[in-house]
């Protein structure tokens, strides 16, 4: 007698069902068969099943996590939650899509496979970590932030991996790929959603892609090996609206910085910003107006009367 497949009880309409719709009869004769279609009637709770990649799985299976580091940054995450048990030690589905943001920052993950079933995330922190493979991330369609700094990301894999996974990822803003090995960046091109990218401290020589990113308003340059910036220049996009740091790069002529802010686009360069004279030494300079704000509550120095004499 041959054995079929039995498909879950959801509804033909269920998004799990229309990407598989057809499963054939696994017997010797399956290619002389008809096809076996899923059930049209007694259907289950649509509600109690998750499309992960085209794949119908209940909300009640078990994750299994490669790696147990990533893991425990997810139950860590999860335990803010009250109603989550943290002591039972596994993840299923329908918890893990319930995170909207995860930090998993310098855990000594070095894989993330599972976390395609927390397709809830809206932003992931995933820096510090050695990960080079980030196909996971392709059914996360609601990622806006993503953060890869300080990963091992280098040429080979951000043309063949990262790229092709980001550009799947429609609603992705912002992303951090600073503190890597990369050179040449021309697989970027094509990721013209994204409105922050922070491309410091890398081996970059060649920015011609970025001329395409047109919808860019914080571009962090930071400590490469920079010479010229025409793309900066001729990208339509960057205007008064738009900050770019690019101190570090110690070959840009001040011909070219004066061009790029006669755009109004905000140059940061040499520790000075072309608008507030702010410096821009910060860890984290693309974070806007963090540092002007926190400047402004120092209060006025006053002339000292009277040193104390130290012995």
């Known amino acids: 007698m041959a054995v079929v497949y039995a498909p879950p009880r959801v509804s033909p309409s269920h998004p799990c069902v229309l990407n598989q719709r057809i499963a054939r009869l696994s017997s010797p004769y399956q290619n002389t068969r008809p096809p076996f279609f899923y059930p049209t009637s007694n259907f289950g709770n649509v509600s109690e099943f998750a499309c992960i990649n085209s794949t119908c799985v209940s909300l009640s299976t078990k994750i299994i996590f490669d790696d147990p580091y990533l893991q425990t940054a997810v139950i860590d995450a999860l335990k803010q939650d009250s109603s989550f048990d943290g002591t039972k030690g596994y993840v299923t589905v329908g918890e893990c899509q319930k995170l909207t943001g995860l930090n998993a920052f310098n ?3 070095t894989s993330i496979k599972g976390i395609e079933y927390c397709t809830g995330l809206e932003w992931l922190y995933l820096g510090g970590n050695q990960i080079t493979d980030i196909s996971p991330l392709l059914g996360l369609k609601n990622l806006t932030w993503l953060f890869l700094a300080s990963t091992g990301i280098n040429d080979g894999n951000i043309s063949n991996n990262v790229v ?9 803003t912002a992303l951090d790929l600073s503190h890597n090995n990369i050179k040449d960046i021309s697989a970027l091109k094509e990721l013209i959603n994204l409105r922050r990218l922070n491309l410091s401290y890398n081996n970059i020589v060649d920015i011609s892609a970025l001329e395409y990113l047109t919808n860019l308003t914080l571009l962090d340059l930071g400590y490469n090996k920079i010479e010229n910036i025409s793309a900066l220049i001729s990208n339509t996009g960057l205007d008064s609206n738009a900050t770019v740091w690019l101190t570090g790069n110690f070959n840009i002529t001040q011909e070219q910085i004066n061009d790029l802010r006669k755009k109004g686009v905000t140059v940061c360069y040499n520790d000075t910003c ?7 030494n910060s860890p984290y300079p693309w974070i806007n107006g963090l540092i002007t704000k926190s400047m402004q509550h120092i209060p006025t120095l006053k002339k000292v009367k009277t040193l104390l004499k130290i012995q």
């Open 274 to 280: 072309s608008t507030d004279q702010t410096p821009t």
């Open 164 to 172: 092709p996974v980001l550009k799947q990822l429609s609603n992705l």
């Open 107 to 109: 855990k000594g993950i």
